[in-house]
């Protein structure tokens, strides 16, 4: 069994990587876990530290060869909002429940929570069901494993 101990983040590597792992985001927070591919084979991942991968991301088998991590589609809730003060002022009611939310330029997604939602179309949003890649914000006091590439290629 192959052994991963360093990777690189998205758009760092050019060349098609032998496989894929695809996890949902809180399966993506990893230091010491076997891992099954795409194809049917494991892989031993072997960290220092943990860290918080995003899609894309690569691992670094032993060989040299890299593996691309994906993220698994999840239910989520898309949130849109009828402008940019408006967008602010949910992603802060969010906030202030501690829900984890992937903030963008024109909506936010969540994991599909019914009493949220029924809070956000109170609040004047409009909610709709999607299935896409989820990756959260990280939170301010979240600075071990995160994703700084401080330690690649060790």
Not at 4 to 9: E, F, M, Q, R, V
Not at 86 to 95: F, K, P
Request: without cysteine.
């Amino acid at each position: 069994m192959q052994h991963i101990h360093s990777y690189h983040p998205a758009g760092v590597i050019s060349d098609p990587p032998v496989d894929i792992v695809t996890l949902p985001h809180d399966l993506r927070h990893l230091r010491r876990k076997l891992l099954h591919l795409s194809n049917g084979e494991m892989v031993m991942l072997d960290l220092k530290e943990a860290m918080l991968f995003h899609h894309g991301d690569r691992l670094v088998l032993d060989n040299g060869d890299t593996i691309e991590v994906q993220a698994a589609p999840e239910k989520l809730f898309e949130i849109r909002a009828r402008d940019t003060l408006h967008l602010i002022e949910l992603a802060w009611h969010l906030g202030n429940r501690h829900l984890a939310a992937q903030i963008e330029e024109g909506r936010i997604l969540i994991l599909r929570d019914h009493v949220i939602r029924a809070m956000l179309e109170g609040l004047g949003a409009t909610v709709a069901e999607v299935e896409e890649g989820f990756q959260p914000a990280r939170g301010a006091y979240h600075s071990h494993g995160g994703h700084g590439h401080d330690h690649h290629g060790h």
